[in-house]
């Protein structure tokens, strides 16, 4: 990690990039006193790429295909993203599992975003076991990333009711423009070093959370915490 300048993010995407995109727009904006160092893909025809690379970010393709064992793809994972000297690994649609040495190689400095009100459908096609659980709300998470998927502490949540009549499409329709404001608004909070995760448990102020914080109840968009909310 570099101890000058300002902080490094690479961030980690392998589909269309629109969290990605909105994270650079934060970035741009002078929102989050930080830079994206580079944009790394598993896919070589990852949207989140031709994004990147059209507002001048850095990209590496690290092809899951070329690799025979996960080890192999992950050592080249490993080396593509600590040439960057990241501050901060973001992973924004991200689809492979990551083995324990590269999670634990980053802890505490590693995040992603879920779309559900985690620990509510860890895993794939969340819109869609909502919808089937009969739950009345949905939403997205931004958590530490540790070993074992979508497990990690949550350190904010946006949520969103469920409508009569929605689809797993029209929710993820919906909570999309959610994620784009979650997620660099917990970016800024972690950059400022007002949350950071102590042993299994995260500090906000150096003090425990003991919920995740709530887009537009406890923390806004542009990252700062909000009165009322337990953030308080
Ligand atoms: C988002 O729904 C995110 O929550 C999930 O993957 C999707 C990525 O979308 N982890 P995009 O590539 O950022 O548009």
Redesign the pocket.
Known sequence: MSDHGPARLVVL??????????IARAVEAGHLGARIAAVVSDRPDA??LAAAAKRGLDTVTVDRRRFRRREAFEASLTAAIDGFEPTWIV?????RVLGRSLVEHHRGRMV????SLLPRHRGLDTHRRVLDAGEPDHG?SVHFVTPTLDAGPVISQVRLDVQPGDTADTL?ER??PL?HRLYPATLALLLNHRVELIDETIQLDNTPLDQPLVLDRDLSADGRLLDGGHAG
Request: no cysteine; proline share 4%.
């Open positions: 995407a392998s589909g269309r990039g629109s969290n990605m995109t909105a949207g989140a992973l924004a649609g991200f689809m992603n975003i879920h779309p997205a993820a909570l999309l994620e």
